[in-house]
Each structure stands twice: as structure tokens, then as C-alpha cells.
């Protein structure tokens, strides 16, 4: 039963890619689009089977398919492990998935190759879902390297742009960098515990005596290499921004939702190990700081709306980071699900007004669409207040949580944090400003079709709202469901919880009042003054910096990419012909020799008599001396 | 029933379709190879069931030479590896016309006859006699019915001849002194000399000579790049899907158990070289602007993983070798393939003038693709299994060893998918290019077939494999 309930939920995906991909075309869009829709629904209703399963009995089920790799000392099998983390990361992977397909069936309807758009994106949850539900490391990668496998094709949907497709390679090759950091940390633990499996692990690792702590941190930093390039962290976040050219759904749910999820999700699924990697836990927390705010500085300035929410996005993920660096697993996860709702909503909305206005990106040129689209305006701006923390919004308490752990463990990265949430709320409300107020600066044709979108586009919008809006009741300070529903996972007692005393209040006020005070600037300079942001050619200064990104694709570009192919040139022109010519040349070397020594055959007896005498008075004398 | 049948399906197979005529020859040499499939098939089930189906026959009596053939698991593994390439190769050729068919397939039997001895020989001078036998067909296929500037084509297929057959000779010069000692070329014979220090490392040292050059090992991989290029697709993926093969399976079945103290006293010498090869591979690859040369050096950079895996000298590193052997030979034919079906179409490689082809033939990207993710060893894909297995072996000889080699993963990545969108994407090209034939469908889903299968499910390969690897590796560890 529980077998077959957990290949349900893997291979309804699978089932609907694989319609998608041979009748896709013959089926028409619609029913392609439902198809695949259903085929998500599918396994969301199956998550909450499993989710009711769960809560009731506590217990995770495992189930084991066959072996699959054998390496000596390892036996990797194909299983799967359904427990409080997996099913939860499951419902809002299956949940927020539904709703995007939904969405996508009127977003795509007008592209001709929307079967294909469902057929990856049922790819995707058929790998993300692979990913949560593994029952080991190896199992997570094939999710891993499956997702980012679908990352490419979807950012790469329009391939008849080149830039696109630069933007899915990027990616998937900033990807692979992280992948060969879980590899090592993989092979390292491998061979430590000679186990990959997580149930096992954590048992290996609670009875071993004498740990090789140093080899146990370097396994857990090799693992976070890994988490950076799925989620975006310094130093390899710089394909998530440019991932934006996919479908809009496609931010929405994978590169904002769930995808770059997957490192916080690996991170907590193993927090036996980094529990015990505690200087490696400092650099998770340093590096998530460090990523929140220098993500938000850049999204201060950007002028493109899926740009300022890929680089909130890379701020939000820094603050989760920097909660998993204190060991605050249940505070990431919370936070990743109230993200999870707030930066759907964000990225559907945001992909209603590029509808709307036939592809216009640049708020420049946006304004005024309050009045023309109302739904799509309020439900972005709830998600707006959520991820800028007023209260009693999700984000609210999930951001309140994550700053509060940081107080206790480090000012200075509370300060980084509280910085970074104070711009957080200054450019999402710029966002907003520019795009839902005073007048409309589009074109007069744009002016003359702006219309609400269609049904199926404002119903996701609608439930995400209510979710962002909601979202933080399942983790209330001094009350969270979530963290004693998580309780089983970690191994220490939940003792960290805070008391809501004085400082705690005061934390919370600080940071409301943060907020507030982002927002309030955006209004000032967007609303009251009624800027707008320059054209490209006249920024300059500090402002120029932020928005070229701080040049660091630049700089990778100079630092790595240029070098590789400088030396591939190298190789191909010099070292190749060099060895050739040496191989060539000792077979000319051969010939030359053959060539001399045939000149000596000169037919002459007399040079023959002579050479053999000569060679005869050689031997005598060499017997005559040697004795 | 024993192996020989193989041999004598193939060698027949030759002869009748060369006497069968042009018209024939290729639907003949198509029945003759899928009967040695078939046949091989039959076999692993007798082996399966327990039975020997091994032979040993006197055959020379001064200086003592048999007709020994070994079939054990690993020789069957690569059996299978050729008779099941050999018809996809053939049948891949279906839609070119070659003049004087009859001798290009016969010739194509031949040669899946002296690889296949090459695999199954268990005695030292039959197995250079078969060896030796491999290059005279694909020298030919490559002269005769290559492609580009005649003078240049004999230029490069000369100096590839000459190159592999100046490396064997170093290999025979090695047996003799073996034959000396041992008074024997048989194999298990072999495995028994005892040979001083010195002696084991002048013998590993002619016997790496012959196999670096053959499959290729950088600094000895100067013949490749050209060879594959001035070849006709089919003797490109009779070379690099089989015939390298044959350097790499030698390694693990003749030099390591014959030189074991040398193979121990320098492994980490030829792990580093294998490697290097994996890095210089894939960089050269990066700026190729021919389709075929960079198939060619990728090609370079994966036997280099897997060279690195068999010096490790453990379970797992020959585990994973020959796991990765197999899953290369099928993932380089299907390359090879799509870039003979690009040819077909558009008759240029140079990768500058290719592109827009995705939008006009949605089949063939989608299979196109999964080559290239496949060859890029992406999970769920059998080439996955062998370089996870080689890279964790690396991993447990010294870390860095599995770090360096695994930039495999970021730099192949690179170089394929830069290919993939320069051969492929953009804008719609302004030539059509028609979607796959039939014919050439079934061979690339062939292909792709067991390349997943074995991706989900390697278990039959390892279990098959698995213990002639323990014996051989018990040989190593005896001395």
C-alpha cells in the first residue's frame, strides 16, 4: 500500500510528461495543459494522504524499490523515505505546483510548442519530487541534477534567442560546480560510514566513538558548495538573475518556490552532520548574511520586475542560509514555505502585468495598472507587505524568527540581516509603486488593451494571497505547530525556542518598525516625488555599480572564462601540433637513420675489406687489453 | 557451445557478404552481425546456467601457442559491447551509399571478429595475433572510404597505422621475454611468473606503451582527433565505441596482473596521467570547430576516467571502468551518429555553420539531447553508474584525484551543451533539415534504450562483471 501510494506520487508526473511528449502536439493545448495540471493534482492529493497518514501515527514510511549502484563497502538502493520533511516539503512542492500549472494553461496558451512547456514542467515535479523523497544522497541527486536538467531546458523554452540559451547553460554549468561539491562530500561521507542512506548515517553517526571531526566538517562544506549552487549563494548565485529568461510560471515555481529550495532542504535533511561542523556552520550563517544583503543592494536599483524579484529572491534564500548556520533547521523551513507563497504570488503576479502589457518587463514603462488590474494589484500587495514583514502577514513571523536567532547568536549578522530586510521592503514597495501607481507610461496601444487577466491566472493569485496572508500560523512565537511537528528530525531538544520576553519584543518592534520605514522611503521618492528611474545611458556612480551587479559576471567572465578558452586555443594551436611534430618527428628520425646507414651499402668490396678489418684489429685488441 | 561460435558467425559473416555482391552486402552483414548478437545472447545464458563455455585447443606446438579462449564475465561484458554496437554501426549506415559495399561491410565483419578475439583470447600470442588483425580492416575503411583531401586522409591514416603497430610491437617484445620465463603464452600461465621489480616494470612499461597509444592516453592521442575526423562514420564508431576498448580491457585483463609490483609502485603516476587527459580533453574540446574532432577529444577526456579508474587497482575503479566502457562505447556511437545524420543533411560539420536545427526536427533534438546529457553522465543514464563508481574509487586513492577528476562533470558540461546550442538552437536555419528517418529512429532509440535501462537498473552488467574482476584482482594482490 505504502509502495504503491509513493509510486503514485512520483509517476503521475512522470505519466503526464510522457503524454505531453508524444501526443502533446495531437492532444491540443488545452487538454495538454489540464493533463499535465491533473497529473501535479494528482500527487498533491496523494501528498495529502500521506501528510493525514503522518500526523496521525508520527511515523515515516520507507519504502525500499531495488538496489541500484553497488560499490564495495556502499549499497545505494533506490528507496524512498516519506517522513515529516519530505511530506511537508512535498505539499507545497505539489501544492504551489498544481497552482502554476493551472496558471500556465492561460499564460502559455498563446506559445506554439505548449505541450512542451507541460511536459518539462511535469519533468520537474516528477525530479523535485525524486529529490524530497529519497531515502539517500544518491537518490537526492538524481533529483538534484533532474531538476537543474529542467531548469535548462525551461530557461532555454524560447531557444530561438541566443541569449536565452546562455542564460539555461549558465545555469546549468553554475549548477554542476555546486554537484561536484556534493560528489566529494558525498564520496568523503561514503567512505567515513559507508553508508549514503540518511536513517543509517544519522545512526552511524550518533554511535560512532572517535569521529573524525575535520574530515566530517570538510564532507558538510563540500555538501554546502553543493546548496550554494542549487541556491544561489555567494559566489554561485549569478545564474538565478539571468534564469529569469524562462515562462514566468517558471520563476514562479522553480526558481523561486521550490528548485532553490533543494540546498535548504539537503542542509536540513542532513543537520546530524552539520550540527557537528560547527566552523562550517559559521560559514553557512557569514555566507547567507553576506548573500542577503549584497542580493538586496543590487535589487535596490534594478528596473526589470522579474529581475527585482530574482534578486529578492536570492536575498530571502541568504536569510534562510543564515538560519541553518545557527542550527535553526525548523526557522529555514518556515521560512522557505511563507517564501514559498509570497514569491509565487510575486512572480504570478508580476508574469499577470507582463501578460497584460504583451511582454513589457521594465517598470520604467509600467504605472497606473491598479485601476485596470485590480486582482492582480491587491494580491501582489499583500504578498508585498508578507515578505516585508509587516505584521500579522506570513513573512512577518517567519523573517521575525530568523532575525531573532541571529541576535542571539551574532550581532553583527543580525545587523546584516535587519539591513537586508530594510531594503527588502524598500524595493518590493518600489516595485509596486512603479508598477500599480500614478500614471500609466506605456504605450497608447498597451494603454488601450490593459485588462484584467483571465480565471485561470487570478484564482492561483488568489489562493497564494490568502496563503501568504495566512501562511505564519503554523508557526506562532511560543506556539509552533511546525516545530513540534518537525520535532523527530533533530536531535536536539527544542530548548533553543524562545521565550517572548522583553528583548524579543523589541527585536520584533525594530524590525516592524525596518520595514515600515523601507516602505516608507519607496513612497517618498516613488509616490510623494513621483520618480521614475532613469534611462540606462544616464545612471552613473554608486547607483551604475548596483545596477551592472557589482560587474561580477564580469569579473568570472575575466577570471575563468576567458582564461579556459584562451588556454583551449592554446592547447589546439601549440601543444597539439607541437606533439604531433614530436611523433612525426621520430618517425622522420627513424627514416633519416635507415636513409644514412643505406649509404654505407655502397657495393664497394673495398670498403667492406676495409671496414672488416678495421672492425677485426677492434676485437683482438679489446681481448688483448682486457686481459 | 563455446565462444568459438562467435568468431566463426562473424568470420563467415565476412566472407559470404563480401561474395554476396554490392547490392546485398549491407542487409547480409546486418543478418550476420545480429546473429552473433543472438548468438551471444545464447551464450550468456550457458554461462549463466554454470556452464564452461570456455576453449582451450593446442594449436602450435614450437613454440607452444593455443587457441585459448577465456570466456569469463568481463570478456562476455565486451563480447556483448561488440556484437551488440556491430549492428547498430551497420545498420547507421543504411542510408549512405558506399562504393564497392561489398568489401566496406565485409571488412566491418572482419573487424567485429578480431576485436571479439581480441576480448575473448586467453593466450598471449593469439591475443596479439587478433589484436594486431583489428587495425588492417579500419586501416582500410579509413583510407578508402573517408572523407576530405585524399593525400591528407592517407596522411593522417598512415601515421595511425604505423603509430598503433610501433606501440604493439613493444607489447610482443614483452611477451617473448614473458614466453621465456614462463614457456607458455597462456594467460593463467602468465599470471604466475614471478618477475623481479625491474623486470615487471620494463614489461608494464611495453605493455602501457601499446595501450596508450591505442586508447589513447595523452601524451599518445595525436592520431586520434584527425583519424576520427578523415574517417567515415562508421570506422569512427568502430573506433572510439569498440576498438579503444580493447586498449582499456587489456590493461585490466593483461597488464596489471602480469606487472602487479610495477602497476602498485607507480599507480599513482598513471591515475595522474589518466586524469590530466580527462582536463587537457576537455579543455581542447571547448574550442573545436569541427563536430567530429570534438567528439574526438570528449572521447579523449572519458577513457582517460576510466584509465584512471583501472590503475586504481581496486574493486570499485575496475567497476567502474568497465561499467563506463560499455556506457561510452553505446553514448559515442549515438554521438557520432547524430553528427553523420547532421552530414547527411546539411554536408558540413564545421560546428560555425551548423544551428536552428531544433526548430525544423523536434525527434531528433529531443534524442540528440539525451546523448549529450547522457554523455555528460547525468543521473538515471548508465554513463552515470561508471563515472560515480570510478570517481568514488579515485576518491578513496586520494581526494584530490576524484576533485580533479570530477571537473569532468563541470567542463564536459560546458563543452556539450555549448556544442548542443551552436550545432542546434537559434534561430530557425534558412537550409530544412528533414526529422529522422526510420531507420535511423530505431538505431538512435536503440541506443538510448539501454543506455536508461542500464542507468536504472546496471545490476545484470556489475553481477555479470563482478567476480572475473575479484579474480583478477586476486592475481594483483597475490604477489
Same mark, same amino acid.
Given at each position: 500500500?505504502?509502495?504503491?501510494?509513493?509510486?503514485?506520487?512520483?509517476?503521475?508526473?512522470?505519466?503526464?510528461?510522457?503524454?505531453?511528449?508524444?501526443?502533446?502536439?495531437?492532444?491540443?493545448?488545452?487538454?495538454?495543459?489540464?493533463?499535465?495540471?491533473?497529473?501535479?493534482?494528482?500527487?498533491?492529493?496523494?501528498?495529502?494522504?500521506?501528510?493525514?497518514?503522518?500526523?496521525?501515527?508520527?511515523? &515515516?514510511?520507507?519504502?525500499?524499490?531495488?538496489?541500484?549502484?553497488?560499490?564495495?563497502?556502499?549499497?545505494?538502493?533506490?528507496?524512498?523515505?516519506?517522513?515529516?520533511?519530505?511530506?511537508?516539503?512535498?505539499?507545497?512542492?505539489?501544492?504551489?505546483?498544481?497552482?502554476?500549472?493551472?496558471?500556465?494553461?492561460?499564460?502559455?496558451?498563446?506559445?506554439?510548442?505548449?505541450?512542451?512547456?507541460?511536459?518539462?514542467?511535469?519533468?520537474?515535479?516528477?525530479?523535485?519530487?525524486?529529490?524530497?523523497?529519497?531515502?539517500?544522497?544518491?537518490?537526492?541527486?538524481?533529483?538534484?541534477?533532474?531538476?537543474?536538467?529542467?531548469?535548462?531546458?525551461?530557461?532555454?523554452?524560447?531557444?530561438?534567442?541566443?541569449?536565452?540559451?546562455?542564460?539555461?547553460?549558465?545555469?546549468?554549468? $553554475?549548477?554542476?560546480?555546486?554537484?561536484?561539491?556534493?560528489?566529494?562530500?558525498?564520496?568523503?561521507?561514503?567512505?567515513?560510514?559507508?553508508?549514503?542512506?540518511?536513517?543509517?548515517?544519522?545512526?552511524?553517526?550518533?554511535?560512532?566513538?572517535?569521529?573524525?571531526?575535520?574530515?566530517?566538517?570538510?564532507?558538510?562544506?563540500?555538501?554546502?558548495?553543493?546548496?550554494?549552487?542549487?541556491?544561489?549563494?555567494?559566489?554561485?548565485?549569478?545564474?538565478?538573475?539571468?534564469?529569469?529568461?524562462?515562462?514566468?510560471?517558471?520563476?514562479?515555481?522553480?526558481?523561486?518556490?521550490?528548485?532553490?529550495?533543494?540546498?535548504?532542504?539537503?542542509?536540513?535533511?542532513?543537520?546530524?552532520?552539520?550540527?557537528?561542523?560547527?566552523?562550517?556552520?559559521?560559514?553557512?550563517?557569514?555566507?547567507?548574511?553576506?548573500?542577503?544583503?549584497?542580493?538586496?543592494?543590487? &535589487?535596490?536599483?534594478?528596473?526589470?520586475?522579474?529581475?527585482?524579484?530574482?534578486?529578492?529572491?536570492?536575498?530571502?534564500?541568504?536569510?534562510?542560509?543564515?538560519?541553518?548556520?545557527?542550527?535553526?533547521?525548523?526557522?529555514?523551513?518556515?521560512?522557505?514555505?511563507?517564501?514559498?507563497?509570497?514569491?509565487?504570488?510575486?512572480?504570478?503576479?508580476?508574469?499577470?502585468?507582463?501578460?497584460?502589457?504583451?511582454?513589457?518587463?521594465? $517598470?520604467?514603462?509600467?504605472?497606473?495598472?491598479?485601476?485596470?488590474?485590480?486582482?492582480?494589484?491587491?494580491?501582489?500587495?499583500?504578498?508585498?507587505?508578507?515578505?516585508?514583514?509587516?505584521?500579522?502577514?506570513?513573512?512577518?513571523?517567519?523573517?521575525?524568527?530568523?532575525?531573532?536567532?541571529?541576535?542571539?547568536?551574532?550581532?553583527?549578522?543580525?545587523?546584516?540581516?535587519?539591513?537586508?530586510?530594510?531594503?527588502?521592503?524598500?524595493?518590493?514597495?518600489?516595485? $509596486?509603486?512603479?508598477?500599480?501607481?500614478?500614471?500609466?507610461? &506605456?504605450?497608447?496601444?498597451?494603454?488601450?488593451?490593459?485588462?484584467?487577466?483571465?480565471?485561470?491566472?487570478?484564482?492561483?493569485?488568489?489562493?497564494?494571497?490568502?496563503?501568504?496572508?495566512?501562511?505564519?500560523?503554523?508557526?506562532?512565537?511560543?506556539?509552533?505547530?511546525?516545530?513540534?511537528?518537525?520535532?523527530?528530525?533533530?536531535?536536539?531538544?527544542?530548548?533553543?525556542?524562545?521565550?517572548?520576553?522583553?528583548?524579543?519584543?523589541?527585536?520584533?518592534?525594530?524590525?516592524?518598525?525596518?520595514?515600515?520605514?523601507?516602505?516608507?522611503?519607496?513612497?517618498?521618492?516613488?509616490?510623494?516625488?513621483?520618480?521614475?528611474?532613469?534611462?540606462?545611458?544616464?545612471?552613473?556612480?554608486?547607483?551604475?555599480?548596483?545596477?551592472?551587479?557589482?560587474?561580477?559576471?564580469?569579473?568570472?567572465?575575466?577570471?575563468?572564462?576567458?582564461?579556459?578558452?584562451?588556454?583551449?586555443?592554446?592547447?589546439?594551436?601549440?601543444?597539439?601540433?607541437?606533439?604531433?611534430?614530436?611523433?612525426?618527428?621520430?618517425?622522420?628520425?627513424?627514416?633519416?637513420?635507415?636513409?644514412?646507414?643505406?649509404?654505407?651499402?655502397?657495393?664497394?668490396?673495398?670498403?667492406?675489406?676495409?671496414?672488416?678489418?678495421?672492425?677485426?684489429?677492434?676485437?683482438?685488441?679489446?681481448?688483448?687489453?682486457?686481459? | 557451445?563455446?565462444?568459438?561460435?562467435?568468431?566463426?558467425?562473424?568470420?563467415?559473416?565476412?566472407?559470404?557478404?563480401?561474395?554476396?555482391?554490392?547490392?546485398?552486402?549491407?542487409?547480409?552483414?546486418?543478418?550476420?552481425?545480429?546473429?552473433?548478437?543472438?548468438?551471444?545472447?545464447?551464450?550468456?545464458?550457458?554461462?549463466?546456467?554454470?556452464?564452461?563455455?570456455?576453449?582451450?585447443?593446442?594449436?602450435?606446438?614450437?613454440?607452444?601457442?593455443?587457441?585459448?579462449?577465456?570466456?569469463?564475465?568481463?570478456?562476455?561484458?565486451?563480447?556483448?559491447?561488440?556484437?551488440?554496437?556491430?549492428?547498430?554501426?551497420?545498420?547507421?549506415?543504411?542510408?549512405?551509399?558506399?562504393?564497392?559495399?561489398?568489401?566496406?561491410?565485409?571488412?566491418?565483419?572482419?573487424?567485429?571478429?578480431?576485436?571479439?578475439?581480441?576480448?575473448?583470447?586467453?593466450?598471449?600470442?593469439?591475443?596479439?595475433?587478433?589484436?594486431?588483425?583489428?587495425?588492417?580492416?579500419?586501416?582500410?575503411?579509413?583510407?578508402?572510404?573517408?572523407?576530405?583531401?585524399?593525400?591528407?586522409?592517407?596522411?593522417?591514416?598512415?601515421?595511425?597505422?604505423?603509430?598503433?603497430?610501433?606501440?604493439?610491437?613493444?607489447?610482443?617484445?614483452?611477451?617473448?621475454?614473458?614466453?621465456?620465463?614462463?614457456?607458455?603464452?597462456?594467460?593463467?600461465?602468465?599470471?604466475?611468473?614471478?618477475?623481479?621489480?625491474?623486470?615487471?616494470?620494463?614489461?608494464?612499461?611495453?605493455?602501457?606503451?601499446?595501450?596508450?597509444?591505442?586508447?589513447?592516453?595523452?601524451?599518445?592521442?595525436?592520431?586520434?582527433?584527425?583519424?576520427?575526423?578523415?574517417?567515415?562514420?562508421?570506422?569512427?564508431?568502430?573506433?572510439?565505441?569498440?576498438?579503444?576498448?580493447?586498449?582499456?580491457?587489456?590493461?585490466?585483463?593483461?597488464?596489471?596482473?602480469?606487472?602487479?609490483?610495477?602497476?602498485?609502485?607507480?599507480?599513482?603516476?598513471?591515475?595522474?596521467?589518466?586524469?590530466?587527459?580527462?582536463?587537457?580533453?576537455?579543455?581542447?574540446?571547448?574550442?573545436?570547430?569541427?563536430?567530429?574532432?570534438?567528439?574526438?577529444?570528449?572521447?579523449?577526456?572519458?577513457?582517460?576516467?576510466?584509465?584512471?579508474?583501472?590503475?586504481?587497482?581496486?574493486?570499485?575503479?575496475?567497476?567502474?571502468?568497465?561499467?563506463?566502457?560499455?556506457?561510452?562505447?553505446?553514448?559515442?556511437?549515438?554521438?557520432?551518429?547524430?553528427?553523420?545524420?547532421?552530414?547527411?543533411?546539411?554536408?558540413?560539420?564545421?560546428?560555425?555553420?551548423?544551428?536552428?536545427?531544433?526548430?525544423?526536427?523536434?525527434?531528433?533534438?529531443?534524442?540528440?539531447?539525451?546523448?549529450?546529457?547522457?554523455?555528460?553522465?547525468?543521473?538515471?543514464?548508465?554513463?552515470?553508474?561508471?563515472?560515480?563508481?570510478?570517481?568514488?574509487?579515485?576518491?578513496?586513492?586520494?581526494?584530490?584525484?576524484?576533485?580533479?577528476?570530477?571537473?569532468?562533470?563541470?567542463?564536459?558540461?560546458?563543452?556539450?551543451?555549448?556544442?548542443?546550442?551552436?550545432?542546434?538552437?537559434?534561430?530557425?536555419?534558412?537550409?530544412?533539415?528533414?526529422?529522422?528517418?526510420?531507420?535511423?529512429?530505431?538505431?538512435?532509440?536503440?541506443?538510448?534504450?539501454?543506455?536508461?535501462?542500464?542507468?536504472?537498473?546496471?545490476?545484470?552488467?556489475?553481477?555479470?562483471?563482478?567476480?572475473?574482476?575479484?579474480?583478477?584482482?586476486?592475481?594483483?594482490?597475490?604477489?
Amino acid at each position: 500500500m505504502d509502495t504503491n501510494l509513493a509510486l503514485v506520487l512520483v509517476l503521475a508526473p512522470f505519466l503526464g510528461f510522457l503524454i505531453n511528449v508524444f501526443f502533446g502536439k495531437s492532444l491540443g493545448k488545452t487538454v495538454s495543459g489540464f493533463i499535465g495540471t491533473a497529473a501535479v493534482a494528482i500527487s498533491f492529493i496523494v501528498t495529502l494522504v500521506l501528510f493525514n497518514q503522518i500526523t496521525s501515527t508520527g511515523k &515515516g514510511i520507507e519504502v525500499t524499490l531495488f538496489d541500484w549502484i553497488q560499490i564495495s563497502n556502499l549499497k545505494i538502493n533506490l528507496g524512498f523515505l516519506l517522513d515529516q520533511l519530505s511530506v511537508l516539503w512535498l505539499l507545497f512542492v505539489t501544492g504551489i505546483g498544481s497552482l502554476i500549472h493551472l496558471y500556465s494553461i492561460s499564460y502559455m496558451h498563446d506559445d506554439e510548442n505548449m505541450h512542451k512547456f507541460f511536459a518539462y514542467l511535469n519533468l520537474f515535479v516528477f525530479f523535485m519530487i525524486t529529490l524530497v523523497i529519497g531515502s539517500n544522497l544518491l537518490v537526492l541527486f538524481i533529483g538534484w541534477e533532474g531538476v537543474g536538467l529542467c531548469s535548462y531546458l525551461l530557461i532555454g523554452f524560447w531557444y530561438k534567442n541566443q541569449d536565452y540559451n546562455d542564460a539555461a547553460k549558465k545555469a546549468f554549468i $553554475m549548477n554542476r560546480i555546486g554537484d561536484l561539491g556534493l560528489l566529494i562530500g558525498m564520496f568523503i561521507i561514503g567512505s567515513m560510514f559507508s553508508t549514503l542512506d540518511y536513517a543509517t548515517l544519522k545512526t552511524a553517526i550518533a554511535g560512532a566513538a572517535n569521529l573524525n571531526l575535520p574530515l566530517l566538517s570538510l564532507a558538510a562544506l563540500c555538501l554546502f558548495i553543493g546548496a550554494c549552487g542549487k541556491s544561489a549563494q555567494i559566489p554561485l548565485y549569478t545564474w538565478l538573475p539571468d534564469a529569469m529568461a524562462g515562462p514566468t510560471p517558471v520563476s514562479a515555481l522553480i526558481h523561486a518556490a521550490t528548485m532553490v529550495t533543494a540546498g535548504i532542504f539537503m542542509v536540513t535533511r542532513l543537520n546530524f552532520v552539520f550540527d557537528l561542523a560547527v566552523d562550517v556552520q559559521t560559514v553557512i550563517a557569514v555566507i547567507g548574511a553576506i548573500t542577503s544583503l549584497v542580493a538586496a543592494t543590487i &535589487g535596490l536599483v534594478q528596473n526589470d520586475i522579474k529581475k527585482v524579484l530574482a534578486y529578492s529572491t536570492v536575498s530571502q534564500l541568504g536569510l534562510m542560509f543564515l538560519a541553518l548556520g545557527f542550527g535553526a533547521y525548523e526557522v529555514a523551513v518556515f521560512h522557505v514555505i511563507t517564501h514559498a507563497f509570497f514569491k509565487a504570488c510575486l512572480f504570478l503576479g508580476s508574469g499577470s502585468v507582463i501578460h497584460g502589457l504583451h511582454g513589457e518587463q521594465d $517598470m520604467r514603462n509600467m504605472g497606473g495598472l491598479r485601476k485596470a488590474m485590480p486582482i492582480t494589484f491587491w494580491t501582489m500587495l499583500i504578498s508585498s507587505l508578507a515578505i516585508s514583514g509587516v505584521p500579522f502577514f506570513s513573512g512577518f513571523f517567519s523573517k521575525d524568527e530568523i532575525l531573532l536567532t541571529a541576535f542571539h547568536h551574532s550581532i553583527p549578522l543580525y545587523v546584516v540581516g535587519s539591513v537586508a530586510s530594510i531594503m527588502t521592503a524598500f524595493y518590493m514597495f518600489r516595485l $509596486m509603486f512603479l508598477t500599480f501607481f500614478k500614471e500609466f507610461r &506605456g504605450t497608447e496601444e498597451q494603454k488601450h488593451h490593459l485588462h484584467e487577466s483571465g480565471a485561470l491566472i487570478t484564482f492561483p493569485l488568489m489562493i497564494l494571497a490568502l496563503l501568504a496572508t495566512f501562511g505564519g500560523l503554523i508557526s506562532l512565537p511560543g506556539n509552533s505547530w511546525l516545530n513540534e511537528y518537525l520535532a523527530p528530525l533533530f536531535t536536539k531538544v527544542a530548548g533553543e525556542e524562545h521565550h517572548l520576553g522583553t528583548t524579543e519584543y523589541t527585536l520584533m518592534g525594530v524590525a516592524v518598525l525596518g520595514g515600515l520605514l523601507g516602505i516608507l522611503i519607496a513612497y517618498i521618492k516613488y509616490f510623494k516625488q513621483d520618480n521614475v528611474p532613469e534611462a540606462d545611458e544616464n545612471i552613473t556612480g554608486l547607483t551604475k555599480v548596483l545596477y551592472n551587479k557589482y560587474y561580477v559576471d564580469e569579473a568570472y567572465e575575466a577570471i575563468f572564462v576567458r582564461p579556459v578558452n584562451a588556454l583551449s586555443r592554446f592547447f589546439r594551436d601549440y601543444i597539439e601540433t607541437g606533439l604531433s611534430a614530436v611523433v612525426f618527428g621520430l618517425g622522420k628520425a627513424a627514416n633519416e637513420l635507415a636513409f644514412q646507414g643505406k649509404k654505407l651499402q655502397t657495393g664497394s668490396i673495398g670498403l667492406y675489406l676495409f671496414a672488416f678489418v678495421l672492425g677485426l684489429c677492434a676485437i683482438v685488441s679489446y681481448i688483448f687489453l682486457a686481459q | 557451445m563455446n565462444v568459438s561460435l562467435i568468431l566463426i558467425i562473424l568470420l563467415v559473416g565476412a566472407f559470404i557478404t563480401y561474395f554476396a555482391g554490392d547490392k546485398l552486402a549491407s542487409k547480409v552483414a546486418l543478418f550476420f552481425s545480429l546473429a552473433a548478437l543472438g548468438c551471444s545472447v545464447v551464450l550468456l545464458n550457458h554461462f549463466n546456467t554454470g556452464e564452461n563455455i570456455s576453449l582451450i585447443n593446442a594449436w602450435i606446438n614450437q613454440p607452444k601457442i593455443s587457441f585459448a579462449l577465456n570466456a569469463d564475465g568481463l570478456a562476455l561484458a565486451m563480447l556483448l559491447l561488440t556484437t551488440a554496437l556491430t549492428p547498430v554501426i551497420i545498420f547507421s549506415s543504411f542510408g549512405n551509399e558506399y562504393k564497392n559495399a561489398k568489401a566496406f561491410y565485409a571488412l566491418i565483419l572482419f573487424m567485429a571478429f578480431a576485436m571479439t578475439g581480441t576480448f575473448l583470447a586467453a593466450d598471449g600470442l593469439l591475443y596479439y595475433i587478433f589484436w594486431e588483425l583489428a587495425l588492417v580492416p579500419i586501416y582500410f575503411i579509413a583510407l578508402i572510404w573517408g572523407n576530405g583531401d585524399a593525400e591528407e586522409r592517407r596522411k593522417a591514416v598512415v601515421k595511425f597505422f604505423i603509430y598503433t603497430l610501433a606501440g604493439s610491437l613493444f607489447m610482443l617484445t614483452a611477451f617473448i621475454y614473458l614466453y621465456q620465463k614462463a614457456g607458455s603464452f597462456l594467460i593463467e600461465d602468465l599470471y604466475k611468473v614471478q618477475l623481479s621489480a625491474c623486470e615487471q616494470l620494463w614489461i608494464f612499461l611495453a605493455f602501457f606503451l601499446a595501450y596508450a597509444i591505442k586508447i589513447p592516453i595523452i601524451p599518445f592521442h595525436t592520431w586520434q582527433a584527425n583519424v576520427y575526423q578523415k574517417a567515415p562514420t562508421v570506422g569512427t564508431m568502430l573506433l572510439s565505441g569498440i576498438m579503444l576498448k580493447m586498449g582499456l580491457y587489456s590493461v585490466i585483463r593483461w597488464q596489471l596482473p602480469i606487472a602487479p609490483l610495477a602497476a602498485k609502485e607507480y599507480m599513482n603516476i598513471f591515475i595522474a596521467l589518466g586524469i590530466a587527459g580527462v582536463i587537457y580533453g576537455s579543455i581542447v574540446a571547448l574550442r573545436q570547430k569541427d563536430l567530429k574532432k570534438l567528439l574526438a577529444y570528449s572521447s579523449l577526456a572519458h577513457v582517460g576516467l576510466i584509465a584512471a579508474g583501472s590503475y586504481t587497482l581496486t574493486l570499485d575503479g575496475f567497476r567502474g571502468a568497465v561499467l563506463q566502457m560499455i556506457a561510452h562505447g553505446f553514448v559515442v556511437v549515438g554521438l557520432f551518429y547524430a553528427a553523420e545524420i547532421i552530414y547527411r543533411r546539411f554536408e558540413t560539420r564545421d560546428i560555425a555553420a551548423l544551428g536552428g536545427i531544433r526548430a525544423q526536427s523536434p525527434k531528433f533534438t529531443s534524442m540528440f539531447l539525451i546523448l549529450v546529457l547522457a554523455s555528460v553522465a547525468l543521473p538515471t543514464t548508465f554513463n552515470f553508474i561508471g563515472e560515480f563508481t570510478v570517481l568514488y574509487s579515485l576518491s578513496q586513492i586520494n581526494i584530490w584525484f576524484a576533485v580533479l577528476g570530477g571537473t569532468t562533470i563541470i567542463l564536459g558540461a560546458y563543452y556539450m551543451l555549448k556544442m548542443f546550442q551552436n550545432v542546434m538552437l537559434g534561430e530557425t536555419n534558412s537550409k530544412t533539415f528533414a526529422d529522422v528517418s526510420i531507420n535511423e529512429g530505431i538505431s538512435l532509440a536503440a541506443i538510448i534504450a539501454v543506455l536508461i535501462f542500464f542507468g536504472f537498473y546496471p545490476k545484470p552488467i556489475t553481477d555479470l562483471i563482478t567476480p572475473s574482476l575479484e579474480t583478477i584482482l586476486n592475481v594483483i594482490n597475490k604477489n
